[in-house]
T-cell receptor, first 114, second 112 residues
Framework: EPEVTQTPSHQVTQMGQEVILRCVPISNHLYFYWYRQILGQKVEFLVSFYNNEISEKSEIFDDQFSVERPDGSNFTLKIRSTKLEDSAMYFC????????????FGQGTRLTVV | GENVEQHPSTLSVQEGDSAVIKCTYSDSASNYFPWYKQELGKRPQLIIDIRSNVGEKKDQRIAVTLNKTAKHFSLHITETQPEDSAVYFCAASLFAGNQFYFGTGTSLTVIP
């Protein structure tokens, strides 16, 4: 069964450093998402991406965040200058269509900012 | 924007009993309601979903009900088994939108 894959599984970074989280969505999917989950809290939407541009973003997704689809397979989330409060599990997801269809989640990248 | 609330936050049941998790949503325009199961350290996985033109959907031991008027939907698990132990998240979204608004999660423990 096709899966969304994320790398790395765990990233530790110093406050103020830039990190790039990588995702390979399911190959025929068109819609891509990043969510985050702070330990013990709900899954929160960050951004959705379609047709090579951001289609929706939340208030969490401020200027320090950016997304990119640099080639036909990867989808990346960049955090420019990490803060302690960015520590969370980051999930990438993809779906074959707009809302009303299943979103498939990757296994997550646990980001720890120290 | 949409606000999804989920109750209870933790739930323990004896094996074989039923479990019910309830969610409410605020945006009457929401029309797609998936339920995700997240086992410890693993990704959320869809277990069942319902669209607003349907009041109930069942898949073996799992069922979901939707009350559009009251803006709430519930997950029902019957004949629970230890492998049902996980965190369950409800979510709401729009057909025309493409983000999911998640509930806060329910940690279900099935006691053998």
């Amino acid at each position: 069964e096709p899966e969304v894959t994320q790398t790395p599984s765990h990233q530790v970074t110093q406050m103020g450093q830039e990190v790039i989280l990588r995702c390979v969505p399911i190959s025929n999917h068109l819609y891509f998402y990043w969510y985050r989950q702070i330990l013990g809290q709900k899954v929160e939407f960050l951004v959705s991406f379609y047709n090579n541009e951001i289609s929706e973003k939340s208030e969490i997704f401020d200027d320090q965040f950016s997304v990119e689809r640099p080639d036909g397979s990867n989808f990346t989330l960049k955090i420019r200058s990490t803060k302690l409060e960015d520590s969370a599990m980051y999930f990438c997801a993809s779906s074959g269509d707009r809302g009303g269809t299943e979103a498939f989640f990757g296994q997550g990248t646990r980001l720890t900012v120290v | 924007g949409e606000n999804v609330e989920q109750h209870p936050s933790t739930l323990s049941v004896q094996e074989g009993d039923s479990a019910v998790i309830k969610c409410t949503y605020s945006d009457s325009a929401s029309n797609y309601f998936p339920w995700y199961k997240q086992e410890l350290g693993k990704r959320p996985q869809l277990i069942i979903d319902i669209r607003s033109n349907v009041g109930e959907k069942k898949d073996q031991r799992i069922a979901v009900t939707l009350n559009k008027t009251a803006k709430h939907f519930s997950l029902h698990i019957t004949e629970t088994q230890p492998e049902d132990s996980a965190v369950y998240f409800c979510a709401a979204s729009l057909f025309a939108g493409n983000q999911f608004y998640f509930g806060t999660g329910t940690s279900l423990t099935v006691i053998p």
